[in-house]
């Protein structure tokens, strides 16, 4: 059974800074997906990863994939308020499903 | 394009009662998957549909759930009856193609009395 494990859960950032959230996964997945939830939303599409060292870019954010280690970062750069959300990280499953982490719930405060 | 469309946005209702949940997916979306997000168990996957046709529902919690999908276009989740422990929201996702990403519809919150 895939599970996935994030970190850290919890993320109070400043403005300014930077930092980097973790997605670990138990088992083989050859994709992973990061999404974005703000409070009380649905969840938003952020990053599609389909390769092993695939490494994408969106304004502050950037997500990369190391399948070998079963990892999968997502970099903040230069953090401003409006990143303030709660980012989760999916493995795709065996299944053609994909597993959620428990999210990351970020805080940036001036 | 209008995204993943779910009725109702809020319910509210008491233990025992039927509760139907409903999904339009994405035109020209193949598969449909429906989650439960609680603050306690987090993002689960109750069932999910390829082309119309079940594919994993271990998700399902217990037998008083159901899911169909009688078409391309649409989908139900049916609770019978309602717990007070099945308030949670609800959320309707679609994808296009094995492999894409997951579109999200904007959730049902439910809340049984």
């Known amino acids: 059974e895939l599970k996935v494990e994030q970190n850290p859960l919890f993320l109070s950032m400043q403005e300014g800074k930077n930092y980097t959230i973790y997605c670990n996964y138990s088992t083989t997945s050859d994709r992973l997906y990061w999404y974005r939830q703000d409070p009380g939303k649905s969840l938003e599409s952020l990053f599609v990863?389909?390769?092993?060292?695939a490494v994408k870019q969106e304004g502050r954010l950037m997500a990369s994939l190391d399948t070998k280690a079963r990892l999968s970062t997502l970099h903040i750069t230069a953090a401003v308020h409006d990143l303030s959300a709660t980012y989760f990280c999916a493995p795709g499953g065996s299944q053609g499903n994909l597993i959620f982490g428990k999210g990351t719930k970020l805080s940036v405060k001036p | 394009d209008a995204g993943v469309i779910q009725s109702p946005r809020h319910e509210v209702t008491e233990m025992g009662q039927e509760v139907t949940l409903r999904c339009k997916p994405i035109?020209?979306?193949?598969?449909l998957f429906w989650y439960r997000q609680t603050m306690m168990r987090g993002l689960e996957l109750l069932i999910y549909f390829n082309n119309n046709v079940p594919i994993d529902d271990s998700g399902m919690p217990e037998d008083r759930f159901s899911a169909k999908m009688p078409n391309a276009s649409f989908s139900t989740l049916k609770i019978q009856p309602s717990e007070p422990r099945d308030s949670a929201v609800y959320f309707c996702?679609?994808?296009?193609?094995?492999?894409?990403?997951?579109?999200f519809g904007p959730g049902t919150r439910l809340t049984v009395l």
């Open positions: 996702a679609s994808r296009g193609f094995s492999g894409g990403s997951q579109y």
């Open positions: 990863l389909l390769s092993n060292g």
């Open positions: 035109s020209g979306h193949n598969s």
